[in-house]
């Protein structure tokens, strides 16, 4: 009889999803990385770097196609310009960080010519980029013709979403009167916490840093609220800002708040977690929809910078909300399935225009 055959690229659905997977080893550095393109129908791929101790070559390979596949999605829903990639370095102790080791993985970022552009991720400082810069133009996030730091800018998105959110649910922006809660107070939570106190809304906060919750509690006069009862606090809004996977079949049925809206990624536990919200009568704002704003940020880099345009580009991220809301509740789908089904409109339509031209 005859075996069947391994199909271990081709008819690997994950690989096969991607136009073009790298692997890259450079011996005189000890360099290992995988830069997965998924799609560059909309554009070319823009997605960050990380560098990661992966436990295995199948995580490391499973995370970056996960988030390049992911990009594509985010920037597609951005309207960025950008298609969708990602790149991982297997980081090594024994190989440690030197900057012989960026710049090898600069140069085969290098050579795709531009279909490939990178920047900061986990694990990945701006002063890395720099680094990549001397070997690469194919880099963002650097210091010339930015936004700076994209985390208030995605705190401003997430303040959009937010106000898009209430006026479906409740027919109003106004945050005056309404309450919030804050999980994470970090880079965008903290900023979060400023736009929405200063806006005029009530604040419960979480951190598992006690200085960051005395902080918001002396800035903004917010209540504090333990991490595991965060998710379910007695308020209008609950805003994840710290981890992934906050919204689960164990949580879900806890919420009390009529809208989630936050800046983490990957918010839930799986795709039927989608479908729990819905049940449950929450209005649920897709994540990578909501915080978008520092790849929008990052989109706009360049010599003719202009940071009114880029605010601008970021404040439409409420439009793209209110779109999604209104054609979940028509076609009766959840949210997260209306913005992917969008963002595959998108690419779909791309490629037609490509295949015509
Ligand atoms: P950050 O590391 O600055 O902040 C995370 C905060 O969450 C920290 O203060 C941390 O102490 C806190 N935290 C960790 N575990 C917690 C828990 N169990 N309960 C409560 N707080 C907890 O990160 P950030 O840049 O503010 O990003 C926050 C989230 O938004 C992440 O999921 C990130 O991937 C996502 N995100 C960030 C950006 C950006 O521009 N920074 C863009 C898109 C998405």
Redesign the pocket.
């Known amino acids: 009889m005859k075996a069947s055959p391994v199909h271990i690229v081709f008819g690997n659905d994950a690989l096969a999803d991607h136009e073009q997977v790298v692997f890259v080893s450079d011996k005189p550095t000890g360099l290992k990385a995988i830069i997965a393109i998924h799609s560059t129908a909309l554009g070319p791929a823009m997605g960050g770097t990380r560098m990661w101790a992966y436990d295995s070559e199948a995580a490391a390979l499973r995370d970056v196609l996960n988030l390049a596949r992911g990009m594509t999605y985010k920037n597609a829903l951005a309207d960025s310009g950008f298609g969708g990639g990602k790149a991982v370095i297997l980081a090594d102790r024994a190989v440690g960080k030197p900057p012989t080791l960026l710049r090898a993985f600069a140069r085969h970022v290098d050579r795709l010519a531009g279909r490939f552009i990178t920047a900061e991720d ?1 694990g990945i400082s701006l002063a890395d980029v720099e680094e990549m810069r001397k070997e690469t133009r194919h880099v963002r996030g650097i210091a010339e013709g930015r936004a700076g ?7 401003f998105g997430v303040y959009r979403g937010i106000a898009a959110a209430l006026e479906h649910r409740l027919g109003r922006r106004k945050l005056r009167g309404l309450s919030v809660c804050v ?9 979060l916490a400023e736009l929405l106190h200063d806006a005029g809304a009530e604040l419960v906060v ?4 006690q200085a ?1 919750v005395t902080e918001a509690c002396e800035r903004f006069g917010a209540t504090a609220i333990t ?2 009862a ?1 998710h379910a606090a007695e308020c209008d809004v609950y805003a ?5 996977g ?1 919204l689960n079949e164990h949580t879900i049925p806890e919420i009390r708040a009529g809208i989630v809206a ?6 839930l536990g799986n795709a039927r977690d989608g479908d729990r919200l819905r049940d449950c009568g929450i209005l649920y704002a897709p ?2 929809v909501i ?5 929008i ?1 990052i989109s706009h880099e360049g010599p003719d910078f202009d940071m009114g345009f880029m605010r601008r580009d970021v404040a439409r991220i409420g439009e793209t909300l209110s779109h999604i809301f209104q054609r979940a509740e028509r076609e009766d789908r959840t949210t997260s399935n209306v913005a992917d089904a969008i963002a595959e409109e998108k690419i779909r339509s791309a490629h037609r225009r490509a295949a015509s031209a």
């Open positions: 986990v730091d994209p985390s208030p800018h995605t705190a999980q994470g107070l970090g880079h965008v939570g903290m900023a979480s951190d598992i840093r960051a991490s595991e965060a994840p800002c710290a981890l992934g906050v936050g800046a983490a990624n990957n918010q994540d990578y915080n978008a704003g520092g790849v940020s």
